[in-house]
Structures are given as C-alpha cells and as structure tokens.
C-alpha cells in the first residue's frame, strides 16, 4: 500500500512542479523549451533520453528535475515505490512521445487512461501542435489550472512590458 502512494505521490508532485514551474513558464517567458519541444522535424529519437542533442536531454532535464527532487524523502518511505515512480516516470515520456511513430493507442488502454486522468500519445500530440492545448505531462487534471497559470503569467509579462516601455 505504502508503495503505491509514494509511487502516486512522487509522480503527482513531479508533475505539479515540471508543470508550473518549469512547463507554463516556459512557454510564457522562455524559447528554449519551445524550441527542443515544439519544434518541426523531430524524430522519436530526439525525445527519447538517448538524444545527442545536448539541448534536448538538457530540456529533459529540467523537466524530470522535479521529479528528482523528493526522491530523497520517498526513499525513507518506500524504495520500491521511489523506483517504480522513476521507472513509470521515464517510460511515460516515451510512451507520450510515441505519436511520431504512428502508436496508437488501444482503446482499452485509452479508456483506462480516461478514468486516470493519463495523458496518452494522442493527447500529447495536441500540445505539440498548439501549446495552448493539453497541459499535464502525465496527468490530464493539471491542464486547467495550468492554462489559468499561463494566462496570469502572460498578464505579469504584458505590464512589465508597459512599464519598461514608458
Ligand atoms: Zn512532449
Ligand atoms: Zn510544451
């Protein structure tokens, strides 16, 4: 039981993190992440983590950063659950990114997926192509508050902009 509220848990709080602090502000202040993420041509390989890109896997490292973070802690509670949580973490990045090998995803699996709140392939695919669209790396609930996020972000932009023009 242990196992599975740590392994919950660790992927719950990385995501929160990876999403509002590094994701949204990312896409309101930065290019970076745009760039690595978003950008055309990109291969499978160049998301997985086996990229040579050092841009890439430094995007992916930001990212992952807040998953890394409470690892310490989980430790204490349950090891198993801190590496099941890393080992789900690392295979839901490629999975999502499976898209650009034409993965579809079973409907069964899509379904599950659904009652979870998991964001499939299909789903990522939508924000590749309109990074207004489906926030939450791994969990589909973070997408709304992360959009309300990048709007009070976009506002604290747009002001500092008035006023460092006048
Ligand atoms: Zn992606
Ligand atoms: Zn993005």
Same mark, same amino acid.
């Given at each position: 039981m242990q *196992?599975?509220?740590? *392994?919950v848990l660790l992927l719950l709080i990385g995501d929160f993190l990876s999403t509002f602090f590094y994701h949204v502000p990312e896409h309101v202040f930065g290019k970076f992440h745009t760039l690595v993420h978003h950008g055309k041509n990109r291969s499978f390989i160049h998301y997985a %983590?086996?990229?040579? &890109?050092?841009?890439?896997?430094?995007?992916?490292?930001?990212?992952?950063l807040?998953?890394?973070?409470? %690892?310490?802690?989980?430790? $204490?509670?349950s090891p198993t659950g801190t590496i099941l949580a890393l080992i789900l973490g690392e295979f839901h990045v490629i999975w999502r990114h499976a898209s650009i090998i034409n993965?579809? *995803?079973? $409907?069964?699996?899509?379904?599950?997926? /659904?009652?979870?709140?998991?964001? *499939?392939p299909e789903r990522h695919l939508q924000h590749h192509q309109n990074a207004q669209l489906a926030y939450g790396d791994i969990f589909t609930f973070y997408h709304v508050p992360a959009i309300?996020?990048? /709007?009070?972000?976009? &506002?604290?932009? /747009?002001?500092?902009? /008035?006023?460092?023009?006048?």
């Open positions: *196992t599975i509220v740590v *392994t %983590v086996l990229s040579h &890109n050092p841009l890439v896997i430094l995007d992916g490292f930001l990212g992952a807040p998953y890394f973070i409470f %690892v310490p802690y989980a430790w $204490k509670i993965w579809q *995803t079973p $409907k069964a699996i899509a379904f599950c997926c /659904q009652l979870l709140f998991i964001t *499939t309300a996020w990048m /709007q009070f972000l976009l &506002n604290l932009k /747009q002001k500092y902009r /008035q006023i460092s023009n006048r």
